[in-house]
């Protein structure tokens, strides 16, 4: 079945950091892949989507790519802020009539002034 | 105007308890879902509707029932609450059913004492 791995957390940073969250996906076929983000005490949020491989989504300074070779959609921001301090969860929705998300564990982001 | 909401927001009882948790969407979507956030922030679908019809029921205990009376409504209904129940219900809505995005609600914390 459908499957996505992201990496453990907390992920710690300092501000104005590099950030990369990886995330890969085991599905068949052409799933669509998102990120979403959950502030504390809120719902989740879109951040970012990709619907066919290459596409890259963006968003408020995040950038992820669809790589179907390397099945892969890794979360990448070039400068975080403190405000970015959030659960982020990489997601799939898959084809062939399976229309539910499969959402990874996520990974907790902390920034640091 | 909140797009997707619940109440109540806090939820405590005790076990053996009867319970409901009611979610609205104002957005016009036809696809409705619950969710069950662990505390290690795991997310797991639980049920979705598409146009008041039952379209994915995963494996959760028969003591969750939804109800769904119109596209905008979408309740759960828990009995004989346990321990294990205790968790952070999101409810959310997207139109369609493949790829869609989806909007969530703020969440529901039930603790079950």
């Known amino acids: 079945g459908n499957s996505v791995t ?3 957390g907390p992920v710690t940073l300092s501000e104005e950091a590099f950030l990369t969250i990886n995330c890969t996906y085991t599905a068949t076929g052409y799933p669509s892949l998102f990120w979403y983000v959950q502030y504390p005490g809120e719902g989740l949020q879109l951040l970012l989507k990709a619907t066919k491989a ?3 989504g963006s968003n408020k300074g ?3 790519t669809y790589r ?4 892969s959609f890794h979360l990448e921001k070039g400068s975080v802020q403190v405000s970015d301090s959030a659960v982020y969860f990489c997601a799939l929705m898959g084809t062939s009539g399976t229309y539910k998300y499969i959402f990874g564990t996520g990974t907790r982001l902390k920034v640091l002034a | 105007d909140t797009a997707v909401s619940q109440t ?3 939820l405590v009882t005790q076990m053996g308890n009867d319970k409901s948790i009611k979610c609205e969407q104002n957005l016009g979507h036809d696809t409705m879902y619950w969710y069950k956030q662990d505390s290690k922030k795991f ?3 639980m049920f979705s509707y598409n146009n008041k019809e039952l379209i994915i029921n995963e494996t959760v205990p028969n003591r969750f029932s939804p ?3 119109d596209k905008a409504h979408l309740n759960l209904h828990i009995n004989s609450l346990e321990l294990g129940d205790s ?3 999101f409810c959310a809505s997207s139109q369609g059913l493949s790829g869609a995005e989806q909007y969530f609600g703020p969440g529901t914390r039930l603790t079950v004492t």
């Open chain 1, 68 to 71: 179907k070779e390397t099945t």
């Open chain 2, 43 to 45: 997310l797991k679908i």
């Open chain 2, 87 to 89: 968790a952070v219900y």
């Open chain 1, 62 to 64: 995040f950038e992820a």
């Open chain 1, 6 to 8: 992201q990496m453990e």
């Open chain 2, 67 to 69: 109800k769904s009376p």
């Open chain 2, 8 to 10: 109540p927001k806090y």
């Open chain 1, 54 to 56: 290459d596409d890259k």
